[in-house]
């Protein structure tokens, strides 16, 4: 197994775009995390799913939304981009939906929004 | 609101030096604390859970419930425990919800 996938690597986009950013799931894990590292910070919860349904949401706005798929693997989209979407954003699997469960990380997508 | 606190950006040490990287958080519930740690070029990954109670590299950590800290803890530094730590608080909010607080990190580096 791969461990937690994600696509693209890079991403280049402009203020008021949209962008998908895409995960795949160690195989057999149901739970999805997103975070948001900002440069200099640790990450921050974007969101969490499980089963495919929306678990947990972190202080983010509403341009922040994400799905869950029958496969288990997910997508967070970001809409009317800012500059300060700027991140690393990473992509978090874990075999059940459990506090003390360890998450497996995904290496990330590097967003820099011009 | 939960909150993870760790007051070192950087921690320099030489090898063979003991090692201490400080975690202190805040939440009213019963925690769940981890530390991930992330080597250079490499994905973040889990350390080791107050939960397991064990020592992952040599590191250990306890949890101090009175004084809201789970320190990592390493008695001897080696060149290849330079990397960045992560102190994380797990909160669950419900069935199947659960989410980590991240603290800022701290970068370790041993100086040979």
């Known amino acids: 197994d791969a461990g937690v996938t994600q696509s693209p690597t890079h991403l280049i986009k402009t203020r008021g775009q949209q962008v998908t950013l895409r995960c795949s799931p160690i195989?057999?894990?149901?739970?999805v995390s997103w975070y948001q590292q900002v440069l200099g910070q640790g990450p921050q919860f974007i969101f969490q799913?499980?089963?495919?349904?929306?678990?947990g949401r972190g202080n983010f706005p509403d341009r922040f939304s994400a799905r869950q798929f029958p496969n288990y693997s997910s997508e967070l989209n970001v809409n009317a981009l800012l500059l300060g979407d700027s991140a690393l954003y990473l992509c978090?699997?874990?075999?059940?939906?459990?506090?003390?469960?360890?998450?497996?990380f995904g290496p990330g997508t590097r967003l820099t929004v011009l | 609101a939960q909150r993870v606190t760790q007051p070192e950006k950087l921690l320099s040490v030489f090898k063979g030096a003991p090692v201490e990287l400080k975690c202190n958080y805040s939440?009213?519930?019963?925690?769940?604390l981890f530390w991930y740690v992330q080597y250079s070029r490499q994905r973040l990954q889990l350390l080791l859970r107050?939960?397991s109670r064990e020592s992952i590299k040599g590191f250990t950590a306890d949890l101090n419930k009175g004084e809201t800290s789970f320190h990592l803890k390493k008695p001897f530094a080696q060149e290849e425990d330079s990397a960045m730590y992560y102190c994380a608080l797990s909160t669950n909010s419900g069935a199947g919800s659960y989410q980590l607080t991240f603290g800022k990190g701290t970068k370790l580096s041993v100086i040979p």
């Open positions: 107050h939960i």
């Open positions: 799913y499980y089963e495919k349904e929306e678990r």
């Open positions: 939440y009213s519930g019963s925690p769940e």
């Open positions: 978090a699997s874990s075999s059940a939906a459990r506090s003390y469960n360890e998450q497996f």
């Open positions: 195989s057999g894990h149901k739970s």
